[in-house]
């Protein structure tokens, strides 16, 4: 999940315009991306109770980034472009967020709505793509690096649809019942105090609970340099209204346990890489929960740079590592 005004402090120009990367409707079409990402592919894709924003940047195998807290598909602009060299780089807006649109916003958004969706979202990128085994060719399992919220709805794939990922890095994923029973009520007590004061004071009131709950500080945030800059727009305010009062509780109330998760981790043949921000400290529910995840399922948890949000701070060397880890 990402915090405060700029989502982490930028060094040197903490101050910009917003990403002016817009939806196209319809048939996907091939257009010059606004950000630099090379050529990329835009389009919306129908859903079950929503209309979905993606992008395809890049060639190679599909690699899907689910992006942490009210992340959009704009908030890898800084990631995206080393990692196109390389990878069929799919990045996306969660349903109610940005551009993904839902038939009726009166209804509660589910974990299994979002890996739902990702789901349907390879499936179109391996038809974009042409790996989906109309050709012959088997479907080729594809890729996917989520981080935080995005981590969670990744293991959801895991349990829902057995086959889709071949490797899944689980980022600090926000999962409390990965958590023994206290801790677990300690965290979700946690969301729910956010909940609370974003309800009594806005997103102004959240951020510092949020910030708190991360382990962030960002007075003393670094990032690597020249980075685009994320400002508060109105559109992102609503992306964070949308997510701590909707996806929170999405989260909050969800069933899948560890054995649940265990069982589909076994059962998909996906090779499933817990993962943790070097910077993160170890009292941080995510950071516990990723650990939690790498005992159940017999490994030890992968370091990426930074912490909770490393992967919009520190973009390159994020990109290095995911190119490492995916033997790239």
Do not use: W
Not at 175 to 200: S, Y
């Amino acid at each position: 999940m990402s915090v405060g005004p700029a989502g982490h402090r930028h060094t040197a120009t903490a101050t910009a315009a917003e990403s002016t990367a817009t939806a196209t409707e319809g048939t996907p079409t091939a257009m010059t991306a606004t950000a630099p990402e090379s050529t990329a592919t835009e389009g919306t894709l129908a859903a079950p109770g929503a209309t979905l924003h993606y992008r395809l940047a890049g060639s190679g195998p599909v690699l899907l980034l689910s992006q942490s807290g009210e992340g959009d598909a704009d908030r890898t602009v800084d990631l995206v472009p080393h990692l196109t060299d390389t990878f069929t780089v799919v990045t996306y807006d969660r349903r109610g967020l940005s551009r993904s649109t839902l038939d009726d916003p009166a209804r509660p958004v589910t974990m299994a709505d979002h890996a739902d969706d990702v789901a349907l979202l390879l499936a179109e990128a391996a038809r974009i793509t042409g790996t989906d085994g109309t050709g012959g060719a088997a479907p080729a399992p594809a890729l996917m690096a989520g981080f935080s919220m995005g981590a969670a709805i990744g293991l959801q794939v895991l349990a829902r649809h057995p086959g889709v990922l071949g490797t899944l890095i689980a980022h600090e994923p926000v999962v409390p019942n990965l958590l023994p029973p206290a801790d677990r009520a300690e965290h979700v007590a946690e969301l729910r105090a956010i909940q609370e004061a974003h309800a009594t004071g806005g997103a102004a009131a959240a951020f510092p609970a949020i910030a708190r709950h991360l382990g962030i500080d960002p007075r003393h945030d670094t990032t690597e340099e020249g980075l685009t800059p994320q400002p508060m727009t109105p559109r992102r305010v609503a992306n964070f209204d949308f997510f701590i009062g909707t996806e929170f509780t999405a989260v909050t109330t969800d069933g899948l346990g560890p054995a649940e998760l265990a069982a589909a981790a076994r059962r998909s043949g996906t090779r499933v890489l817990p993962a943790t921000g070097r910077a993160t400290r170890p009292d941080v529910h995510t950071y516990r929960c990723a650990l939690a995840l790498a005992a159940l399922l017999g490994t030890e948890p992968v370091a990426f740079p930074g912490g909770h949000n490393g992967n919009t701070a520190f973009p390159r060397a994020t990109a290095r590592t995911l190119k490492a880890l995916l033997g790239r």
